[in-house]
Nanobody, 124 residues
Framework: QVQLVESGGGLVQAGGSLRLSCAAS????????MAWFRQAPGKERDFVAR????????NYADSVKGRFTISRDNAKNTVWLQMNGLKPEDTAVYYC?????????????????WGQGTQVTVSS
């Protein structure tokens, strides 16, 4: 069974930084692509960033490109999201997720395991 546990969220002023972590349990973590999504109140869950199984390929939503960085360490079964230059519009619950094989990986429906989420609040 796969479990994903996010941490690192919190309250930060605009322009600040946070580093989110996603610790994975279960086998074969290193063979799956992973991603971060976020969901603001009353809105749909949106793609933020994804990373290939070996970390060699990453993709970002246009809204976070140049500010956020996704990374992973397969030896530690962990994925991170470094968030710099935070804006109030980045306020949301952030989720990590494991991608279903052979999918493009931009839609929530293409992910089979999710963490419980961690709240990020950016004040202006």
């Amino acid at each position: 069974q796969v479990q994903l546990v996010e941490s690192g969220g919190g309250l930060v002023q605009a322009g600040g930084s946070l580093r989110l972590s996603c610790a994975a349990s279960g086998r074969a973590f290193s063979t799956y692509a992973m991603a971060w999504f976020r969901q603001a109140p009353g809105k749909e869950r949106d793609f933020v960033a994804r990373i290939s199984w070996n970390g060699g390929s990453t993709n970002y939503a246009d809204s976070v490109k140049g500010r956020f960085t996704i990374s992973r360490d397969n030896a530690k079964n962990t994925v991170w999201l470094q968030m710099n230059g935070l804006k109030p519009e980045d306020t949301a619950v952030y989720y990590c997720a494991r991608r279903i094989r052979n999918t493009s990986g931009f839609s929530p429906g293409e992910y089979d395991y999710w963490g419980q989420g961690t709240q990020v609040t950016v004040s202006s």
